[in-house]
Nanobody
């Protein structure tokens, strides 16, 4: 069992930046960020595998950067040029390299472990 604790959320104005952190109790080769806006389904934001390869949702490409510190078992999400559409609860998730038939960077990958979430609110 891996425990994930997110931090760094908050309320900011459009165009500003936030940096989310996720502290993991142990190492997992696949980690990512997901978000859920009110009334919408949860969506993948960014994922990183053990090689440092990454994938991003089209809506955040060029604005968000996922990174990890394997020594500290910490995952980060640098969010720049924030928009009101970025508002939502952001969840850290982690799991093994493969989830069934789906590799870590696949949009169908289903993580085993989830954090409690941190709220991000972007006002116009």
């Amino acid at each position: 069992q891996v425990h994930l604790v997110e931090s760094g959320g908050g309320s900011v104005q459009s165009g500003k930046s936030l940096r989310l952190s996720c502290a993991a109790s142990g190492y997992t080769p696949c980690m990512g960020w997901f978000r859920q806006a009110p009334g919408k389904e949860r969506e993948g934001v960014a994922t990183i595998d053990s090689d440092g390869d990454t994938t991003y949702a089209d809506s955040v490409k060029g604005r968000f950067t996922i990174s990890q510190d394997n020594v500290k078992n910490t995952l980060y999400l640098q969010m720049n040029s924030l928009k009101p559409d970025d508002t939502g609860m952001y969840y850290c998730a982690a799991g093994p390299v493969w989830s069934g038939d789906y590799y870590c960077l696949s949009p169908r990958y289903n993580p085993d472990y989830w954090g409690q979430g941190t709220q991000v609110t972007v006002s116009s």
